[in-house]
């Protein structure tokens, strides 16, 4: 059932059985960072003290009912997240309003802001889509209220130019001077918060004794954000030849499989997040963890009735008074999570009033939110369920790696050791590699043209494919430092059974599959289809033609921006008269240009690139394997193709030429 989308004012209320909700802010433009804060309001709509605003510097109500769980990107684009525990928080608050603030920039160029409502196994229950936003730095998307003892969820939309300090102002936040301290950065580990002092009259003090004068502390909360430094990571120059190898940290040497190989994996992850805590924050901001002191421990028994459970490792992650804690359960290599196991360890979880069980395997759900394993929902009304992808634990350690807020040349040695460890094929924790073992019987019910559009097996394929989408935009992700999102209709992100369907109907129809990339500052959307009745994929992109000039000027823009892009891509220009196009290989082109435009009525309004790469059909495994092809078939697009190109530009307008009045210089006038 998919969740119901509010319209601006709108309230619907929750189901019942919820003890937690998680309010995920989501956005497609990555190059803006939109932070989530909350306010906890009484009955006059004002907070009882700063301690309840919470956001990046202050975590954690005073309660800690409201928690910031930090900002992390996704395959939509990034989302900031926080969660309430619904039954503990206090009865004179009657309201959670749920904030957006921006560092930089105005939320009338982040464009769609969607603003979900999700239960413990990250299924959405509420959700509210704005565009209203024009000139405001921080947005009040929504509230969470008690009415009658019943939690509701209201769509607000309004939104305050005077950024995140004037939208908490007036909700009676007192906000200190933003201006940072002399003594340098902020650690990111202690909130920098001060708690408003009530005013009363006090004997004078003493006279002090002359000397250095301390600067008064500031009252009210700081919401100025901590400024990151980049560190370069460590290089070890004193090899004699390129075949010698630096000691791995964590060794592959006697890593077998089944159990042992998923002791070291797990140990591997554990301790890194330790010793890394941008690290194991990203992790944990995945899992809905808060951001806090982290801790992890290998192999613990629990009692469950008359047998024990023991998970392959228990987190905790402290902020202030509360703890939370999660239970891992590890696959590596071919490893299958299994459903009596992950109701086994939510049972103990709830007995224990933990807040999450945690699956990591190396299967890549395709939607987030998604399980891999389907379990009693019954089960999951007191515990969260949620899944981690070995890929998506690769994908936040590239990240920090290249883009991230890492000031330690220690830690990022450590983080590449792990990364190190993960991309060695014994550690059992692979990247996207296989295709499932319906896939071979699939291709060729296609090439036989037996394939039907209802056969479970192509259901089963059609899921497989969004995944491997999904995978090419974590990687391009992790590579580019911008957020690649991989493009799904509205309708098909919360509903998979919907989504399968249509791609199985898509695959009996015509023997294909496509998938659509969008890639951040590229001049158009990357397209892949995969024929597998001729065994090619097709890599496309189009882009707008400039607005001003002749044809040949248009043309002869895009061919110096492709400038090394291979002859063989082929050149589709489409024509201002209706049903006017034109297509030649590059190659062609670069040597008579007026291939494209000679005879054409109108002006190119539009070029589609597109080329052709071979297709492999095998499952898994090779260099020659249908993934292993796409994958290649995207990487050598992209950046022959898609990287070089930019959007077209005008150039400024022209002043005109004025005359000079009579009797006043020319400087003058």
Request: one cysteine or more; charged letters at 25%; aromatic letters at 6%.
């Amino acid at each position: 059932m998919t969740s119901p989308i509010l319209s601006k004012g709108q309230n619907v209320p929750l189901p019942n059985d919820l003890d937690r909700v998680d309010v995920v802010i989501g956005w497609t433009e990555s190059e803006f960072e939109v932070d989530a804060s909350a306010l906890l309001l009484g009955a006059d709509r004002k907070v009882r003290s700063d301690s309840h605003f919470v956001f990046y510097n202050q975590p954690e109500s005073e309660d800690g009912s409201v928690r910031f769980l930090g900002t992390s990107a996704t395959e939509e684009g990034a989302q900031t997240r926080i969660s309430i525990e619904l039954s503990t928080v206090p009865q004179d608050v009657h309201v959670v309003a749920l904030a957006g603030s921006l560092n930089s920039g105005v939320f009338g160029e982040v464009g769609k802001i969607a603003l979900r409502v999700v239960d413990g196994a990250g299924g959405s229950v509420a959700e509210y889509v704005t565009a209203d936003a024009t000139s405001e730095s921080a947005f009040l998307f929504g509230e969470v209220y008690r009415r009658d003892g019943q939690w509701k969820v209201r769509a607000v939309g309004q939104g305050w130019e005077s950024g995140l300090a004037g939208l908490a102002t007036d909700f009676g936040v007192s906000i200190a001077d933003d201006a940072e301290p002399e003594s340098g950065a902020v650690s990111q580990d202690v909130p920098v918060v001060q708690a408003r002092v009530q005013e009363s009259p006090v004997p004078a003090p003493a006279p002090e004794q002359p000397g250095p004068k301390t600067p008064a502390r500031a009252r009210g909360v700081r919401t100025a954000k901590r400024v990151a430094k980049k560190i370069k990571p460590v290089e070890f120059t004193l090899a004699e030849q390129d075949s010698w190898q630096p000691a791995r940290l964590f060794s592959v040497i006697g890593v077998g499989t089944g159990e042992e190989q998923e002791r070291r994996a797990t140990s591997a992850l554990i301790s890194t997040m330790q010793a890394v805590r941008p690290f194991a924050r990203a992790i944990c901001a995945r899992m809905g963890a808060p951001a806090g002191a982290f801790e992890g421990y290998i192999e613990v028994p629990y009692e469950r009735g008359e047998s024990k459970v023991i998970p392959d490792a228990v987190l905790k992650v402290v902020r202030g008074s509360r703890v939370w804690t999660g239970l891992l359960e590890v696959k590596t290599g071919n490893g299958k999570l299994r459903r009596d196991q992950l109701e086994s360890y939510l049972d103990v979880a709830r007995k224990k009033k933990y807040d999450a069980v945690i699956s990591l395997s190396n299967d890549v759900p395709a939607g987030p939110g998604e399980l891999p394993v389907e379990v009693d929902r019954r089960k999951l009304t007191k515990v969260a369920l949620r899944h981690l992808s070995w890929a998506e634990v690769a994908h936040e350690a590239r990240m920090l790696l290249s883009h991230g807020d890492i000031d330690n040349e220690l830690h990022i040695w450590l983080l590449s050791e792990f990364l190190r460890y993960l991309d060695h094929p014994r550690s059992g924790a692979a990247e996207f590699i296989d295709m499932g073992r319906h896939w071979v019987a699939v291709r060729d019910a296609v090439t036989a043209g037996t394939l039907r559009a209802g056969d479970p097996k192509a259901l089963t394929v059609a899921d497989t494919w969004v995944s491997l989408s999904r995978h090419l935009a974590l990687r391009m992700t992790a590579e580019l430092g911008a957020t690649v999102t991989h493009v799904l209709p509205r309708r098909h992100k919360s509903d998979p059974a919907a989504r399968n369907a249509a791609v199985a109907e898509r695959l009996a129809t015509d023997g294909s599959f496509e998938a659509l990339l969008r890639i951040p500052d590229t001049a158009g959307d990357l397209a892949i289809v995969a024929d597998v009745r001729t065994n090619r994929i097709q890599c496309r992109t189009t882009l707008d033609a400039p607005n001003e000039g002749t044809s040949a000027r248009r043309l002869t823009w895009l061919l110096k921006q492709l400038a090394d892009a291979p002859g063989a891509l082929r050149v589709e220009a489409v024509f201002s008269e209706r049903g006017n196009e034109a297509c030649e290989l590059l190659s062609a082109v670069r040597a008579e240009p007026k291939l494209l435009t000679a005879g054409r009525a109108g002006e190119i309004t539009s070029f589609t690139l597109e080329q052709s790469f071979p297709m492999g059909n095998r499952r898994s495994g090779t260099a020659t394997s249908f993934i292993a092809s796409i994958t290649a078939a995207t990487d050598a697009f992209y950046g022959s193709v898609v990287q070089p190109l930019r959007e077209w530009v005008p150039a400024a307008p022209k002043q005109s030429e004025i005359a000079p009045l009579e009797g006043d210089s020319a400087s003058n006038a």
